[in-house]
T-cell receptor, first 113, second 113 residues
Framework: DGGITQSPKYLFRKEGQNVTLSCEQN?????MYWYRQDPGQGLRLIYY???????QKGDIAEGYSVSREKKESFPLTVTSAQKNPTAFYLC????????????FGSGTRLTVV | AQSVTQLDSQVPVFEEAPVELRCNYS??????LFWYVQYPNQGLQLLLK??????LVKGINGFEAEFNKSQTSFHLRKPSVHISDTAEYFC???????????FGPGTSLSVIP
């Protein structure tokens, strides 16, 4: 079955370290998105990509970086510049037309220790 | 700029009782509207969407929503809830099929046995 796979499900990071969250989809979707979810704050857009080798900053891009070298993959790196990285991270994808809605992965919970 | 308001952050309801989760949006143009559900520690799943046409939209798991343009609302309803409906519910809006989706802050539905 087609879907989005996020790995790992749980991730622990020491302060000052960079860490990369994986997101892979086999839905043949053109657009991919990264969201951060904190309790009581809903979803906040970090980065999105509508086509391979192109991506745009969302509302809270500072301290994060992404790449889109393949249509299927959209990894997110949380850098040491992100001051409060502990959160639940969700990856999503959609066809080029957003009216089909988004398909979400099951998320990665990142904890800084 | 678009925004989505979900007035109720938490809604407790007894099993088999009806429920309505409220959603209002602000936009001066036509919009696409969505409801998503999130179970604990999982990603979001699309419940239903309104693109055009009939203002009453039926979704999965017995949920339905009604689009009201004059009141800029898209409330979610279910005539009889089950324990398994306990989850977080997000209303979302986009201006066009190519526009980013804006999510509301979410409503936590708790079904009481």
């Amino acid at each position: 079955d087609g879907g989005i796979t996020q790995s790992p499900k749980y991730l622990f990071r020491k302060e000052g370290q960079n860490v990369t969250l994986s997101c892979e989809q086999n839905l043949n979707h053109d657009a991919m998105y990264w969201y951060r979810q904190d309790p009581g704050q809903g979803l906040r857009l970090i980065y999105y990509s509508q086509i391979v080798n192109d991506f745009q900053k969302g509302d809270i891009a500072e301290g994060y970086s992404v790449s889109r070298e393949k249509k299927e993959s959209f990894p997110l790196t949380v850098t040491s510049a992100q001051k409060n990285p502990t959160a639940f991270y969700l990856c999503a994808s959609s066809k080029d037309r957003g009216d089909y809605g988004y398909t979400f992965g099951s998320g990665t919970r990142l904890t800084v220790v | 700029a678009q925004s989505v308001t979900q007035l109720d952050s938490q809604v407790p309801v007894f099993e088999e009782a009806p429920v309505e989760l409220r959603c209002n949006y602000s936009s001066s143009v036509s919009v696409y509207l969505f409801w998503y559900v999130q179970y604990p520690n999982q990603g979001l799943q699309l419940l239903l969407k309104y693109l055009s046409g009939s203002t009453l939209v039926k979704g999965i798991n017995g949920f339905e929503a009604e689009f009201n343009k004059s009141q800029t609302s898209f409330h979610l309803r279910k005539p009889s809830v089950h324990i398994s409906d306990t989850a977080e519910y997000f209303c979302a809006v986009s201006k066009t099929s190519y526009d980013k989706v804006i999510f509301g802050p979410g409503t936590s539905l708790s079904v009481i046995p």
